[in-house]
């Protein structure tokens, strides 16, 4: 499973939204929105979910600093409810920490979907032309690897 690509959607009069429909197979019936990195929100699959988390079952409580991080990321995370017509509604904190008012932007990155305020995105990652060859630049070392030629 891999989720890529971008789609722009619109939240209704009552701040809901529907999962677009091309990411919908690989998400699941249950998935799981958090806060994100960069102002966005992440969505999960429950077993993507389940992978990210367990890597926290290693942190001692007696390292408080990240068990206030953990607190401070688990206490974002909801687990939405769909209406009849799969719809659910963004919470107006989750609104609030992205910066969205209506237009909203999915984007697939690998074993996550990531939801941006529309103009946030396009401002960040649409306006530098640069900023592609950048990126593949940035991914060529990770972790001390060189993961492209």
Not at 34 to 43: F, I, K, R
Not at 113 to 127: G, K, T
Request: proline share 3%.
């Amino acid at each position: 499973m891999a989720f890529y690509g971008t789609q722009a959607i619109q939240l209704d009069d009552k701040n809901r939204l529907r999962i677009p429909a091309r990411f919908r197979p690989d998400l699941g019936k249950f998935y799981y929105v958090m806060y994100g990195t960069g102002g966005c929100l992440w969505v999960m699959s429950k077993e993507g979910f389940e992978e990210f988390t367990d890597k926290y079952d290693q942190i001692p409580e007696s390292d408080l600093e990240a068990q206030n991080n953990l607190r401070r990321i688990m206490a974002s995370v909801t687990v939405p409810e769909e209406d009849a017509q799969g719809r659910f509604v963004l919470p107006q904190a989750a609104k609030e920490f992205c910066g969205i008012n209506k237009r909203v932007m999915f984007v697939g990155v690998k074993k996550r979907l990531e939801i941006w305020s529309e103009d946030n995105y396009n401002s960040r990652f649409l306006v530098d032309s640069t900023g592609f060859d950048k990126a593949f630049v940035g991914l060529e070392h990770y972790e001390g690897k060189k993961i492209a030629d």
